[in-house]
């Protein structure tokens, strides 16, 4: 349901402040990197975002595992399938020898093919 409302019987000036109220609404999009809070306790839309933020996944950091990770059925990330402990690449070739812990090793074998 809209927060605001104009009649169609109302003229184009209350539509123009009512419709320019909305800022207010939403938040300062100046404020974007500067806000502050959680999302329990902000105050419009623009500073909840920048509280989710703070959380969002960063792809391009590396990711340590550790352990033993268990990954069942299938994904593809940009062209690469893995499924059932083999790769398959776009271009339609496979690898799927043993796997190793050993990021040099699995390096080279993605570039080896």
Not at 86 to 91: C, E, I, S, V, Y
Request: charged share 10%; aromatic share 8%.
């Amino acid at each position: 349901m809209a927060d605001r409302s104009v009649l169609a019987s109302n003229s184009f000036e209350t539509f123009r402040t009512t419709f320019n109220s909305t800022a207010s609404d939403v938040g300062d999009i100046a404020n974007l990197l500067a806000a502050t809070g959680t999302i329990a306790s902000s105050t419009d839309v623009v500073e909840a975002i920048v509280a989710l933020n703070a959380v969002a996944f960063d792809a391009t950091a590396n990711i340590s595992f550790s352990g033993n990770n268990t990954f069942s059925g299938s994904s593809t990330f940009a062209g690469v399938t893995l499924s059932s402990g083999a790769l398959t690449f776009a271009d339609g070739t496979s690898q799927s020898t043993a796997a190793t812990t050993q990021g040099f090793a699995i390096a080279v074998a993605v570039a080896l093919g």
